[in-house]
Nanobody
Framework: QVQLVESGGGSVQAGGSLRLSCAVSGFPFSTYGMAWFRQDPGKEREGVAVLDAYGITAYAKSVMGRFAISKDNAENTLYLQMNSLQPEDTAMYYC?????????????????WGQGTQVTVSS
């Protein structure tokens, strides 16, 4: 079955960096769009970065220039490099698989989700 397992979260000070990983299994990784979302308690889940099956990426305005999404098809792993972290980046971060080769920022386009990894940035 489809499995997505995130890792790499933690606590850092503002200006620091973290690299999130998402190990996937149970489907042909190279043929689906993938994404990172985040959610704070009491807020809606929001798209952070997406990567479609053709290699095209897109980012939320709030993270553009600071975050980078990538993947290693041979390792079946999705990454999110996060630099210049700010307190407003604090959230639970989720890896998700799109229902299509394309990848959007719409939660409804994703049927498979990881359990999440917590990122906490202190000022």
């Amino acid at each position: 079955q489809v499995q997505l397992v995130e890792s790499g979260g933690g606590s850092v000070q503002a200006g620091g960096s973290l690299r999130l990983s998402c190990a996937v299994s149970g489907f042909p990784f190279s043929t689906y769009g993938m994404a990172w979302f985040r959610q704070d308690p009491g807020k809606e889940r929001e798209g952070v970065a997406v990567l479609d099956a053709y290699g095209i990426t897109a980012y939320a305005k709030s993270v553009m220039g600071r975050f980078a999404i990538s993947k290693d098809n041979a390792e079946n792993t999705l990454y999110l490099q996060m630099n210049s972290l700010q307190p407003e980046d604090t959230a639970m971060y989720y890896c998700a698989r799109s229902n299509y080769p394309v990848a959007t920022m719409r939660v409804s386009d994703y049927n498979y989700w990881g359990q999440g990894t917590q990122v906490t940035v202190s000022s």
